[in-house]
T-cell receptor
């Protein structure tokens, strides 16, 4: 079964720093990988979706990369702001048939210090 | 704006009661999902439905039930058989196409047993 790991579990950085969040997965047979943001007590907001054939996706200050063969994805946040403080989750969709094949990491809790 | 609406935001259940969590979407998505989120754990799939009048058990379906009578609605009932129901419940949907579309989540319902 696919296992998704996010390291570190928590990260604190001063405002303005660039940072990288990591996501690793054990089975490289994936359709896509999605990064989400979750604020405390809230639902998940989709940030970026990378298809298995893609290497990266960008949205504003966010850049997500995917190395399927090594089972890794990174989320790069440029010029971090206090408003970026949240938990970031990655989710991997496997390429097996059926709908029960979306696997989540446990998230990285980011705190950006003003 | 299109999206997923979950209600209520907070729900309290007495021992032995059944409670129903609402999930409505106006995205015209075929597939809908219910996840449970506990502190320190990744999201776990409870039930999912790929089309109207059809649904499948996820990884932790015991003590829960669902229906899918309309495309827009996928309510989750937490029955008295669920021994540890206190958690944050998230509903999600996904558009057509197995790989091209990511998941859209609602804002969640926090259920507490009193």
């Amino acid at each position: 079964k696919q296992e998704v790991t996010q390291i570190p579990a928590a990260l604190s950085v001063p405002e303005g720093e660039n940072l990288v969040l990591n996501c690793s997965f054990t089975d490289s047979a994936i359709y896509n990988l999605q990064w989400f943001r979750q604020d405390p007590g809230k639902g998940l907001t989709s940030l970026l979706l990378i298809q298995s054939s893609q290497r990266e996706q960008t949205s504003g200050r966010l850049n997500a990369s995917l190395d399927k063969s090594s089972g890794r994805s990174t989320l790069y946040i440029a010029a971090s702001q206090p408003g970026d403080s949240a938990t970031y989750l990655c989710a991997v969709k496997g390429d097996q048939t059926g709908a029960n094949n979306l696997f989540f990491g446990t998230g990285t809790r980011l705190t950006v210090i003003p | 704006d299109g999206g997923i609406t979950q209600s209520p935001k907070y729900l309290f259940r007495k021992e032995g009661q059944n409670v129903t969590l609402s999930c409505e979407q106006n995205l015209n998505h075929d597939a809908m999902y219910w996840y449970r989120q506990d502190p320190g754990q990744g999201l776990r799939l409870i039930y999912y439905s790929q089309i109207v009048n059809d649904f499948q058990k996820g990884d932790i379906a015991e003590g829960y039930s669902v229906s899918r009578e309309k495309k827009e609605s996928f309510p989750l009932t937490v029955t008295s058989a669920q021994k540890n129901p206190t958690a944050f419940y998230l509903c999600a949907s996904r558009g057509p196409g197995a790989t091209l579309h990511g998941y859209t989540f609602g804002s969640g319902t926090r259920l507490t047993v009193v």
